[in-house]
């Protein structure tokens, strides 16, 4: 029997279908997710959900029947916001998630496979969000923001919005951030729509509109001339800190630093209420993030304090940059174009670097010349250019240093200053 999606039920139930099949399946997959993790150091979970699918194919859609699904994806914030919508959710009881953030098919469907609470919170990458609501029939979806990422992987923000707005017209809830025109185009299809300001900050890839072509007029609230407009709002992103919601209080958040992070908490504060926990109690959820997968940690090494951010596309660069305003420390900035990261590097030429004039930079990575040259051009002094982290902390005084990375550089840093990060 299915179960009740807009309920939420405490007890725990079995979280695999029947079947010989998927029982050997699922025991494969263990043995080669343990080799994964002793042999690679990797998580297994995507090696393990490659056996299960291979073996036992079909079986996702019996295994969602057994939970009440929530699938959080946007090009940026993702993992912090899955995080957040698990810990909000685990105020009312036990959470299933895709902590390793393996959010492609056979990670999702690994992680489904050995969940077994009611609530499953799963981040998914923004190319697999058809997938994932056709497999798993989601109760809520929660979409953030959409902007240029890896380019050779997913070059055009309209096809993914495309890909959205065809899916999300089965789910029962969504909750979609009104400022982002590609979100909101893509989630009027949906059933029950939660519409959040959570603002925009970057929007040049939402110059025009999604269903006539026009410019948008972006002087206040987007609008185009063919009558398309920003939606009516319930949630929102306020002032100092606060969320707004639709009635009571503001609501303050302030544990994740950053505009970014304020808007990620607006999203699942109205997503949770939409699943029955109360504001102010999904917020004490909430504040128990402190970091995500070593994001915002700080860890100290070689005498410094360092605070690793990850950025890994314009939207997140642009944003990163105003989040270590707030110090005015040392910069490391590591930088490289590998796979994970998108091969192309000349989108740095769409980041505004010249907040770190004034401050002391040095950088690293396997494109560290790229990085020179473009902060040369926005006239930000590099001290010095290094091969790896260690030699370029070894280069700055004793301190607090903000280390902000692309995606396998800020893995390597993790590796490398181990601890909290």
């Not at 951010?309 to 420390?329: C, E, F, Q």
């Amino acid at each position: 029997m299915a179960l009740n999606r807009g309920v939420a039920t405490p007890t725990p139930v079995p979280a695999a279908p029947d079947g010989f099949r998927f029982v050997l399946a699922l025991k494969l997959g263990h043995v080669a997710a343990w080799l994964s993790r002793r042999i690679l150091r990797r998580s297994g979970g995507v090696i393990g959900g490659r056996v299960l699918a291979a073996i036992a194919p079909g079986s996702a859609k019996a295994l969602a029947e057994r939970h009440r699904i929530v699938l959080v994806s946007g090009t940026n914030g993702k993992s912090t916001t899955t995080a957040m919508m698990t810990a909000a959710l685990a105020t009312r009881g036990e959470v299933a998630t895709n902590s390793d953030g393996a959010n492609t098919p056979p990670g999702l469907l690994w992680a489904l496979a050995n969940a077994r609470p009611t609530d499953v919170v799963l981040e998914v990458d923004e190319a697999w969000v058809p997938w994932a609501v056709r497999e798993f029939s989601p109760y809520a979806v929660l979409l953030l923001n959409l902007t240029r990422d890896q380019l050779h992987r997913n070059p055009e923000v309209g096809r993914l919005a495309g890909g959205w707005r065809g899916a999300v017209d089965a789910v029962p809830v969504v909750v979609a951030n009104a400022d982002d025109p590609w979100v909101a185009w893509a989630a009027e299809t949906g059933g029950r729509r939660v519409w959040v300001g959570a603002g925009q900050e970057w929007d040049e890839d939402s110059l025009v509109c999604p269903e006539c072509g026009r410019l948008l007029d972006r002087t206040g609230a987007w609008s185009c001339a063919c009558g398309r407009s920003r939606p009516e709002t319930s949630w929102n992103r306020g002032p100092d800190g606060t969320v707004l919601p639709p009635t009571g209080p503001p609501l303050h958040y302030g544990t994740l630093p950053g505009s970014g992070n304020l808007a990620n908490a607006a999203m699942v504060l109205a997503a949770a209420s939409e699943l029955g926990v109360e504001p102010a109690q999904a917020l004490r959820g909430l504040e128990t993030v402190t970091n995500v997968a070593g994001r915002y940690a700080t860890v100290h090494a070689q005498h410094h304090d360092v605070r690793l951010v990850l950025a890994k596309n314009p939207a997140s660069w642009r944003t990163s940059m105003a989040l270590i305003s707030d110090h005015d420390g040392a910069v490391v900035l590591a930088f490289n174009a590998d796979g994970a990261d998108g091969r192309d590097p000349s989108w740095l030429y769409d980041v505004d670097f010249s907040e770190l004039r004034g401050r002391q930079v040095v950088v690293c990575g396997e494109r560290a010349t790229d990085l020179a040259v473009r902060l040369d051009l926005d006239g930000v002094e590099v001290e010095g250019q290094y091969g790896d982290l260690s030699g370029a902390l070894r280069a700055l005084p004793p301190g607090p240093v903000d280390l902000v990375a692309t995606y396998t550089a800020f893995q390597r840093a993790r590796r490398e200053l181990g601890g909290a990060a």
